[in-house]
Nanobody, 114 residues
Framework: QVQLVESGGGLVQPGGSLRLSCAAS????????MAWYRQAPGKQRESVAT???????RYADSVKGRFTISRDNAENTVYLQMNSLKPEDTAVYYC????????WGQGTQVTVSS
């Protein structure tokens, strides 16, 4: 069992940046995959980025070159650096930890608008 708490969301203008954080209630070293997902209004939740225990990162095509996922096992935290934000990045962003089960945070709202 683990609790995940996201933070760092907010309102930003197009072209701006945000850094999301996901703090875990216990060590994340045992979770092979940590990930960020997002869900826009009226759309299904989609994977944005994943990172393995070996720090191999994978990204959705829509965010490649703009977003960077990282994990700090010592701090039990996963980050998502988001640059060059676009209005279509507007969504609730969720942190996910996966071993046998999936664990989710409560989400943080990101709104990209002028």
């Amino acid at each position: 069992q683990v609790q995940l708490v996201e933070s760092g969301g907010g309102l930003v203008q197009p072209g701006g940046s945000l850094r999301l954080s996901c703090a875990a209630s216990r060590s994340i070293a045992s979770f092979y995959l940590m990930a960020w997902y997002r869900q826009a209004p009226g759309k299904q939740r989609e994977s944005v980025a994943t990172i393995s225990t070996g720090h191999t990162a994978r990204y959705a095509d829509s965010v490649k070159g703009r977003f960077t996922i990282s994990r700090d096992n010592a701090e039990n935290t996963v980050y998502l650096q988001m640059n060059s934000l676009k209005p279509e990045d507007t969504a609730v962003y969720y942190c996910n930890a996966n071993d046998v089960l999936d664990y989710w945070g409560q989400g943080t709202q990101v709104t990209v608008s002028s």
